[in-house]
């Protein structure tokens, strides 16, 4: 047997909240990598975010509990400067739908140019995940709808206590 550096990857998103589609995808990373790293956006440019950084991280490390080659780390950089920093040369991206594919695309061909060392990996969603995203969850929870077929416990409990009767506001009139 070789001495080996553990082979690294990183996965990298906002994780607003974290669904079980994401968990998936990181499982499936975690049975392929010696390591992982789920890298959480602090404040990413391109939207706001409904969970602070430290819930989203909280989230995150209870739902990948006993995955002992994952870890999660909080990162306010270039993602493959993220890589690097973790000796990384690999990242583990998930896609939903052909929608995912465009933007992911994109994304890979500027990572490429900026460190073409870093590859990334995409993950197919398991069936049972592919219409789930974060934003559908939190619009279903904003109104009051069951999200625990979608996030862990835990983010379901969160959903409930920032919307206990729906989506806040004035009372609907009778009409609506």
């Given at each position: 047997m070789t001495d080996r550096p553990p082979i690294v990857a990183i996965n990298p998103g906002t994780f607003d909240p974290v669904t079980l589609g994401h968990v998936d995808v990181i499982r499936r990373a975690a049975a392929t990598f010696d390591r992982v790293v789920v890298g959480v956006v602090r404040d990413p440019h391109h939207k706001q975010t409904t969970f602070t950084v430290e819930e989203r991280v909280a989230f995150l490390e209870d739902a990948l509990a006993g995955l002992d080659n994952v870890v999660v780390d909080v990162f306010s950089q270039l993602v493959v400067d993220f890589a690097r920093k973790h000796g990384a040369r690999t990242m583990v991206k998930g896609l939903r739908v052909i929608a995912d594919f465009e933007w992911e695309f994109q994304?890979?061909?500027?990572?490429?140019?900026?460190?073409?060392?870093?590859?990334?990996?995409?993950?197919?969603?398991?069936?049972?995940?592919a219409f789930v995203s974060s934003s559908g969850v939190k619009e279903i929870a904003s109104f009051g709808g069951k999200v625990e077929s979608l996030v862990t416990p835990m983010v379901a409990k969160r959903f409930r206590e920032l919307y206990p009767n729906g989506r806040p506001g004035p009372p609907l009139s009778p009409d609506e």
């Open positions: 994304m890979n061909r500027l990572n490429h140019l900026l460190a073409p060392e870093v590859e990334t990996m995409y993950v197919m969603s398991s069936p049972e995940f």
